[in-house]
């Protein structure tokens, strides 16, 4: 009896009510895919249809079989016991990448495991052998200070600051991609790796071989998506506060920068410049003129960012209409009502294509059609007061089941609004993405973070896995959200510091909910949202005004380097931070390192982040001539250095003779 079969350019496996299926998707790379009593799915949460290729495909006896595409085989093997299949991938070498658990004999395993669920969906488990020793790298951001995800246990769900995007990458050379929007979890431990989707009707991978990251991340690149091309705006420095409440107080701040010369490409207007959640649109009383706003902005060379909520208040005037229309997420039980936050919310379903339409309308009109077009779609996990997944339905089913998909819509209802109306290229900020959000122009941010050390020293973390994880373009609040005086000591030596590497980032934004807050109420007389303290660069002391102003310079002098890391990114799906690994693959040593990173292929960047260090220790990748960028001195790869690193400097150095202007600028 024939257990395993060929159909067309895919091999399949079936028994005992389980379909398997693999097929080529892409260059070197296998879709994995598998139902219990079902049909396969051809689902697109974030996969892309493929350029085809041909895959060999070996059938030896029913029992055996291997399907290689490139430089990725997958080796299919029945157990003449249970008369389960067992997957392994190997790469051109024939060297084991990845093996399923198999069924352990005795132990009757499952390395597949569809559980049953009531109403007829299944709680996945697919299971690993795991090899001790190996490094593994992306999942998106998390908040801990870790690089290394290998013996992490993540959730694989969305929160205010943590953005599960669940591609990895291994040292070992390849690269997974969990295709699966489901609330789950993996472990990735020292037996075992282990994926979880509490509810799902597929079990769906993504594999590819390569021989060094750069092709893995291509590969994963051309699968997914890669982002737009980064418009000029997003090149430079990008000024924002909680919050300018009002258009003379935001317009005074413009009017400052321009007069002090200092560039900024985009001025942000924060949350609650609206009425009511779920109007979309701004509250004359405190903005009666955005049109003469955005044109005295451009005449500074500046854009105007708005930020957006989905939160729908249930007073908002277009909340009947939305309930009416079905445009709104639905709770399970209880009162539709999903985050207490100055009145009671609910969201708008991004899963909805109607949604997304009624939503982009009314911001054209009342928004984009002012000349605005960038966009800070906050709240995007979307951020429920209290996250029981199990509580909330989206058009496209229940949240435990697609949740993980929400920020990737929320972006697509802007990025395509923008596209149909004209423009050809959009970025838009939001604080969450999952796979494929990229391509929709996500400039990702790692949410309302707290203003000290340690946390600080977590976002560097999370960006180079996140870059890892397919999200080139990804941010900060530079100083921390929450927790920053200006008029502290101790906090200006941190948001100075932030700073520093803020300019090494994506996008350089300054941001932040500095104390003490201002009370503020509305034209009635009703309280409204408050305004944090002084945010601009010359709120922090007269002696780091010229610091912060000399990284803004800086950051201007690299224009056009930043434009083309953002090409790359564009183009072939590279990270703008990218892991010292990503640069140096064979450099043993650069797959350690989680406190220092590339900034493009041509920059070692070194930030400082302990509080009173005046100098810190750099590694140098082997085989090549290093440029301290502060005098030029240059020193031969392969060794540590300790470095000198005042208030005022980061320590920064050129590769090999590269971009020599640049010496003694910072």
């Known amino acids: ?18 379909l398997l299926r693999i097929e080529p998707w892409g260059e070197n790379s296998l879709r994995v895919r598998a139902v219990m009593m079902g049909e396969i799915k051809d689902t697109d949460y974030a996969l892309l249809p493929p350029k085809e290729t041909e895959a060999d495909i070996r059938i030896e006896d029913g029992y055996h079989a291997g399907i290689t595409n490139g430089k990725v085989t997958a080796k299919l093997e029945v157990d003449q016991w249970k008369k389960r299949c067992q997957l392994s991938f190997y790469n051109q070498k024939g060297e084991l990448l990845l093996k399923e658990e198999g069924h352990g004999g005795a132990l009757n395993n499952h390395s597949r495991h569809f559980k049953a669920r009531l109403g007829g969906d299944y709680e996945l488990t697919v299971t690993f052998h795991a090899k001790p020793e190996e490094k593994l790298f992306g999942m998106g951001q998390y908040q801990q200070e870790l690089l290394d995800v290998k013996n992490c246990v993540l959730e694989l769900a969305h929160r205010n600051s943590q953005a ?44 590819t071989a390569g021989d060094t990251p750069d092709e893995i991340e291509s590969a994963y690149g051309k699968a997914t998506g890669t982002v737009p091309m980064m418009p000029e705006y997003g090149l430079g420095f990008w000024q924002c506060k909680l919050r300018y409440w009002n258009q003379e107080q935001l317009l005074n701040v413009a009017r400052e920068y321009h007069r002090r010369n200092i560039p900024v490409d985009v001025i942000v207007v924060d949350f609650y410049h609206w009425p009511k959640c779920g109007d979309f649109r701004f509250d004359e009383a405190d903005f009666p003129d955005p049109k003469a706003m955005v044109e005295e902005l451009r005449e500074y060379g500046m854009e105007l960012m708005v930020s957006i909520w989905p939160q729908i208040n249930l007073t908002s005037e277009n909340y009947e209409e939305m309930r009416k229309r079905g445009l709104l997420i639905k709770n399970e039980r209880g009162v539709e009502i999903a985050m207490r936050f100055e009145g009671e919310n609910t969201f708008y379903d991004a899963t909805n294509p109607k949604a997304r339409d009624y939503v982009w309308k009314l911001c054209k009109k009342n928004y984009y059609d002012y000349g605005i077009k960038v966009f800070w779609l906050d709240e995007a996990e979307p951020e429920f007061s209290v ?6 339905r989206y058009y496209m089913g229940p949240v435990t089941k697609v949740g993980n998909i929400y920020p990737q819509l929320y972006a697509r209802t802007f990025y395509e609004g923008q596209m149909e109306a004209g423009m050809e290229s959009a970025v838009n900020l939001l604080r969450c993405a999952w796979a494929g959000s990229q391509r929709y122009g996500a ?11 340690e946390t600080f020293r977590r976002q560097l973390c999370a960006g180079l896995n996140m870059g890892i994880a397919g999200i080139p373009w990804w941010t900060t609040d530079i100083g921390g959200f929450s927790g920053g005086n200006p008029k502290d000591p101790a906090f200006r030596q941190l948001l100075v510091r932030w700073f520093q590497w803020g300019t090494f980032c994506p996008v350089m934004r300054l941001h932040g909910d500095r104390v003490p807050q201002t009370p503020l109420t509305h034209a009635d007389g009703s309280p409204t949202m408050p305004t944090g303290a002084d945010n601009e660069i010359w709120s ?39 892991t010292m690994f990503y640069e140096f693959p064979e450099d043993g040593k650069c797959w350690e390192l989680q406190d220092q990173y590339m900034f493009g292929a041509d920059m070692l960047v070194a930030p400082v982040v302990y509080e009173n260090a005046w100098e810190r220790e750099v590694y140098l990748p082997e085989g090549t001539v290093w440029t301290l960028i502060y005098d030029g001195t240059k020193y031969e790869g392969g060794r540590t250095v300790k470095v000198p690193a005042d208030i005022s400097r980061i320590p920064v150095f050129l590769r090999e003779d590269r971009h020599a202007e640049w010496i003694g600028e910072i």
Do not use: C
């Open 1 to 18: 009896m024939d257990y395993i079969t060929r159909d067309g350019n895919a091999v399949l496996f079936e028994n005992a009510g389980e």
């Open 164 to 207: 599960s995007v669940p591609f990895v990458l291994s040292d070992a050379g390849y690269g997974f991609l969990w295709h699966n929007p489901a609330v789950g979890k993996v472990m990735f431990g020292k037996n075992l790796t282990q994926w979880q989707a509490e509810n799902t009707d597929q079990m769906d991978y993504w594999i």
């Open 387 to 392: 996250y029981d997944y199990d509580n909330y």
């Open 443 to 453: 400039l990702v941010w790692s949410g309302d973070i707290h203003s000290d050390w």
């Open 540 to 578: 922090f002391g007269d002696v780091n005004t010229p610091i912060l102003e000399k990284y803004i310079r800086f950051r201007e002098k690299m224009r056009p380097y930043v434009r083309e890391l953002m090409k790359e990114a564009h183009e072939e799906g590279r990270p703008v931070i990218r």
